[in-house]
């Protein structure tokens, strides 16, 4: 039986494409060990799943000053001997790392003992716990054809991310019973992340008298961010959250309307739904959301509206253009190379253990 350490915290982002890539990984006989932080959000996602966890010391390596800057660097020399005991008493036949700060330690750990690891970035621009990492990698995948030249030439692969392939198996029929959504029209799923964004609900509900006329809409609008002065409307249907019944809503959906976070865009690719993104400001974020939906802007697989010039009326033209032009954004991600993550990572994985 091959052994596999997965690593990555810090986000659910670090996370979930670890989770993604279990399904497969058991198939193939692997043991599963996942290293994380000793209380990250990374330890309750994966004991969810049944698989073991370790946790180690992590610190954070800031680029600004800050008081921790001097207390960190011990906390990380002691997830990095932590992160040796793990590999030396596991003997893992490769580590795949997904990134985050409690990765370095585990990827190094694992170069000093010339175990094969396989690292995966998934912003336009690398982060830095994956650049401290880069000596150490066998490969790196990565998301954007732009990133490919921002890596070491002979480690670096386009594989995009692996998604959860339940998220694939959706059933449409199934989403319009649990959301009761009238069939005739096509469905528009608005998708604002978990906390919800004001900014894209206020144009979405501002424009509902127009978009209604032409589609029935689906608004994961946020925790908190329920308005129940429109729960009456016939083609309207809103939640805070989903989990479960995502899968389904993902299926009934004909157009999408999304933030563009690595995996929310990745997700989108998947499962080859026209869409406009709206990247986070710039004024909110380091602007990679920006990079990434000018990338898929780029390849043909999505309309881009920027936030500061998003209105009612900016809304319902791009929803509308994007609805004409479906079958073209639909045919470009059909021939993309990053459209399943999980088998082009899953290639990467075996390639370094010689089983390609």
């Known amino acids: 039986m091959k052994k596999i350490i997965l690593t990555g915290g810090g986000t659910a982002g670090h996370v979930t494409p670890n989770i993604a890539l279990l399904p497969d990984l058991k198939a193939r006989g692997f043991e599963v060990l996942y290293v994380g932080s000793y209380e990250g959000i990374e330890r309750k996602l994966i ?6 966890y370790r946790g180690i010391s992590s610190g954070k390596l800031r680029r600004y000053f800050s008081l ?9 020399m002691k997830g990095f001997a932590e992160a040796m005991k793990i590999v030396r008493e596991f003997k893992p036949d490769v580590v795949f790392s997904k990134g ?7 990827v190094r750990a694992a170069g000093a003992m010339k175990i094969p690891v396989v690292i995966h970035e998934s912003d336009m621009t690398p982060g830095l716990a994956n650049k401290l990492s ?14 490919l030249p ?19 198996s959706g059933d449409p029929e199934a989403g ?18 978990s906390l919800g964004s004001v900014a894209v609900n206020t144009a979405v509900r501002s424009a509902l008298p127009e978009l209604l006329k032409e589609f029935s809409v689906l608004h994961l609008c946020g925790k908190g961010n329920l308005d129940e002065s429109l729960s009456d409307l016939p083609d309207y249907r809103q939640y805070e959250y989903v989990s479960d019944d995502l899968k389904d809503f993902f299926a009934l959906a004909d157009i999408m309307v999304s933030r563009a976070g690595a995996n929310a865009i990745c997700e989108i690719l998947a499962l ?39 209105t009612k009326e900016s809304l319902l033209s791009a929803v509308r253009d994007t609805w004409t032009s479906r079958k073209n954004y639909i045919e470009a991600m059909e021939k993309s190379d990053a459209a399943d993550g999980v088998a082009a990572v899953m290639a990467q994985i075996l390639g370094v253990l010689g089983e390609n």
């Not at 921002?150 to 694939?168: F, H, N, Q």
């Open 47 to 52: 004991e969810k799943e049944g698989v073991p």
């Open 68 to 76: 921790k800057n001097f207390t960190d660097p011990f906390r990380v």
């Open 100 to 106: 985050g700060y409690v990765s370095v330690p585990v």
């Open 134 to 147: 880069y000596g150490a990698a066998t490969k790196i995948c990565c998301n954007f054809p732009e990133t």
């Open 150 to 168: 921002l890596l070491p030439k002979d480690k670096a692969v386009l594989t995009g991310s692996p998604i959860r392939r339940e998220l694939l």
């Open 176 to 193: 319009r019973e649990k959301t009761g959504l009238p069939a005739g029209k096509p469905v528009l799923l608005v998708i604002g992340g």
């Open 272 to 310: 080859r739904k026209p869409n406009i993104l709206i990247p986070l400001s710039a004024k909110a974020s380091r602007g990679d959301q920006i990079l990434n939906a000018r990338s898929f802007e780029k390849q043909g697989f999505s309309c881009v509206l920027e936030e500061e010039s998003l």
